[in-house]
């Protein structure tokens, strides 16, 4: 089971920028399929972008499409979520999960491996 540890968050004005990080360790991380998900405060974690195993194809929330970029860089086992034009109901705990098959990807409960979040907070 891969070991994945988020970096990156932060506190920054509506319309900027952040990006995120997620290590992960093992030598075989090519093989998962990585998502991020995020938590806002009181609310379900949801959603937000998924990548394939070798980076070529990738999924967003409909809330992000044109805004976030998820990347991965197998050599250095690390997935990124470049996040720009940044709103307030961005504001969540930000988590990337990864799994080994990619259906029904947007659900949570499908991933078995996940780091302990990120804050990122937008300030109006």
């Known amino acids: 089971q891969v070991q994945l540890v988020e970096s990156g968050g932060g506190l920054v004005q509506a319309g900027g920028s952040l990006r995120l990080s997620c290590a992960a360790s093992g030598r075989t991380f090519s093989s998962y399929f990585v998502g991020w998900f995020r938590q806002p405060p009181g609310k379900e974690r949801e959603f937000v972008a998924a990548i394939s195993w070798g980076g070529g194809t990738t999924y967003y929330a409909d809330s992000v499409k044109g805004r976030f970029t998820i990347t991965r860089n197998n050599a250095v086992t690390t997935v990124y979520l470049q996040m720009n034009s940044l709103k307030p109901e961005d504001t969540a705990v930000y988590f990337c999960?990864?799994?080994?098959?990619?259906?029904?990807?947007?659900?949570?409960?499908?991933?078995?491996?996940w780091g302990q979040g990120t804050q990122v907070t937008v300030s109006a």
């Open positions: 999960a990864a799994r080994t098959g990619s259906t029904n990807y947007r659900v949570p409960s499908e991933y078995r491996s």
